[in-house]
T-cell receptor, first 113, second 114 residues
Framework: LAKTTQPISMDSYEGQEVNITCSHN???????ITWYQQFPSQGPRFIIQ???TKVKNEVASLFIPADRKSSTLSLPRVSLSDTAVYYC??????????????FGSGTRLQVQP | KAGVTQTPRYLIKTRGQQVTLSCSPI?????VSWYQQTPGQGLQFLFE???????NKGNFPGRFSGRQFSNSRSEMNVSTLELGDSALYLC?????????????FGSGTRLTVV
């Protein structure tokens, strides 16, 4: 499984755009990039998933360069409720033989008023 | 639609005892996975079940076991509890392919071993 590297923590203020970058130099051809958000004492919540270029949904955007060795989760206009840990995961969702999600340490985002 | 339901939410057990945790996946989801989360080790994969069969297994001792029923509900059991088993145990369910929507996690069961 491709190893991921993310910043341990980030600070931001309400209303700002936050970009969290994840490095995954050993990403395989069939691997997708998935981001989860976790609040204390809750399970992780799926945010967004992508394979290449740009993916956007109602809560975030995911930018993936052509070489796919990194990805950036973009959260527009964050609020206090976006304070959480964000995990970047890389894997092949179609590979039923290795469906375990490998969570790294994640990025702890603290949003200040 | 209802999310992933885990019961109980909190549990206190004594060393040496055993415990059974329950997970009801989202209707239509046939894959159920279990994870252990501790401050020191983070989120670690325990095992995954699909159609009542264990399909993947993490690196945990045999004291940790699970099963899945025909209605996709799953249970995990930990025997001979140790203090180090204190953790948040999370269950996640998904469709056959978690592409696009990923896994849906429950709120977990907080197990404390004293």
């Amino acid at each position: 499984l491709a190893k991921t590297t993310q910043p341990i923590s980030m600070d931001s203020y309400e209303g700002q755009e936050v970009n969290i970058t994840c490095s995954h130099n050993n990403i395989a051809t069939n691997d997708y990039i998935t981001w989860y958000q976790q609040f204390p004492s809750q399970g992780p919540r799926f945010i967004i998933q992508g394979y290449k270029t740009k993916v956007k949904n109602e809560v975030a955007s995911l930018f993936i360069p052509a070489d796919r060795k990194s990805s950036t989760l973009s959260l527009p206009r964050v609020s206090l409720s976006d304070t959480a840990v964000y995990y970047c995961l890389v894997g092949d969702p179609m590979d039923t033989g290795r469906r375990a999600l490998t969570f790294g340490s994640g990025t702890r985002l603290q949003v200040q008023p | 639609k209802a999310g992933v339901t885990q019961t109980p939410r909190y549990l206190i057990k004594t060393r040496g005892q055993q415990v059974t945790l329950s997970c009801s996946p989202i209707s239509g989801h046939r894959s159920v996975s279990w994870y252990q989360q501790t401050p020191g080790q983070g989120l670690q994969f325990l095992f995954e079940y699909f159609s009542e069969t264990q399909r993947n297994k993490g690196n945990f001792p045999g004291r940790f076991s699970g099963r899945q029923f025909s209605n996709s509900r799953s249970e995990m059991n930990v025997s001979t509890l140790e203090l180090g088993d204190s953790a948040l145990y999370l269950c996640a369910s998904s469709l056959e392919s978690p592409r696009q929507h990923g896994y849906t996690f429950g709120s977990g069961t907080r197990l404390t071993v004293v």
